[in-house]
T-cell receptor, first 118, second 112 residues
Framework: GAVVSQHPSRVICKSGTSVKIECRSL??????MFWYRQFPKKSLMLMAT?????????EQGVEKDKFLINHASLTLSTLTVTSAHPEDSSFYIC??????????????FGPGTRLLVL | SQKIEQNSEALNIQEGKTATLTCNYT??????LQWYRQDPGRGPVFLLL?????KEKRKERLKVTFDTTLKQSLFHITASQPADSATYLC???????????FGAGTRLFVKA
C-alpha cells in the first residue's frame, strides 16, 4: 500500500522558535496533502489542505501566518509552526491522496509528529 | 452543524467475540464513509470504505454496514484478537467535497 512518512517523529522546542515538519509520499504522487492536529482522545482536526503548486486552503480558525504550509513537489509538503507557544503542543499528522489511483478517496496517513513546546 | 458521534466509552470484549462499533452522523449527506484504525502515538490506517449506495462491505474479519436512513454505520470485527485492540475512527466525506470529517473514535480492548 501507499506509504507516507513524516519527519521528525518527535520534537521539543523552546517557546518562540519555529519548527518545520516534513511529510513525504514515498511511492506515489500526492496531488493533495492534508495537515491535521490531534489532541489526546480527540478527533483529528483538519488544519489545511495543500495542493501541489498552489497555496494551501486553511480551515476556519487556523492562522495561516502561524502554520505555514508549502507543497513544493508531488511528494513533499511541509508544515512550519512559527513562533511556537506551549498551546501549539500537539500531535500533527499529515495525509496524502493519490488521485490517479483507483482508490483516490483513500487518505494515507503519516505516522505523526509529536510537538512539545516548552 | 455537522456532527459525527462514536461511542466515547471504551469497548471491552473477550477474545474470540465479535466487536461492534457504532458511528452516527447528523446534518450530513456523505458520499461514502470510511473506517480507520489508530494505535497510540501513530497515524490512522485505512481499513474499509463503503459508498452511500452500498449496504455492506466485508474484508477478512471486518464488516461494515451503512444505513443512510438511520444515518449510521456499524463496524464489526469477528473472532476478535488482542491485536485488534486500538482506536477505530469513522470518517465521512460528502459528494463533490474533498474534505473528510473524522469522529473522535472508539477505543477497543480485546482481552485474552
Amino acid at each position: 500500500g501507499a506509504v507516507v512518512s513524516q519527519h521528525p517523529s518527535r520534537v521539543i522546542c523552546k517557546s518562540g522558535t519555529s519548527v518545520k515538519i516534513e511529510c513525504r509520499s514515498l511511492d506515489f504522487q500526492a496531488t493533495t496533502m492534508f495537515w491535521y492536529r490531534q489532541f489526546p482522545k480527540k478527533s483529528l482536526m483538519l488544519m489545511a489542505t495543500s495542493n501541489e503548486g498552489s497555496k494551501a486552503t486553511y480551515e476556519q480558525g487556523v492562522e495561516k501566518d502561524k502554520f505555514l504550509i508549502n507543497h513544493a513537489s508531488l511528494t513533499l509538503s511541509t508544515l512550519t509552526v512559527t513562533s511556537a507557544h506551549p498551546e501549539d503542543s500537539s500531535f500533527y499528522i499529515c495525509s496524502a491522496r493519490d488521485r490517479t489511483s483507483g482508490s483516490r478517496e483513500t487518505q494515507y496517513f503519516g505516522p505523526g509528529t509529536r510537538l512539545l513546546v516548552l | 452543524s455537522q456532527k459525527i458521534e462514536q461511542n466515547s466509552e471504551a469497548l471491552n470484549i473477550q477474545e474470540g467475540k465479535t466487536a461492534t462499533l457504532t458511528c452516527n452522523y447528523t446534518n450530513y449527506s456523505p458520499a461514502y464513509l470510511q473506517w480507520y484504525r489508530q494505535d497510540p502515538g501513530r497515524g490512522p490506517v485505512f481499513l474499509l470504505l463503503i459508498r452511500e449506495n452500498e449496504k455492506e462491505k466485508r474484508k477478512e474479519r471486518l464488516k461494515v454496514t451503512f444505513d443512510t436512513t438511520l444515518k449510521q454505520s456499524l463496524f464489526h470485527i469477528t473472532a476478535s484478537q488482542p491485536a485488534d485492540s486500538a482506536t477505530y475512527l469513522c470518517a465521512l466525506e460528502s459528494t463533490g467535497g474533498f474534505k473528510t470529517i473524522f469522529g473522535a473514535g472508539t477505543r477497543l480492548f480485546v482481552k485474552a
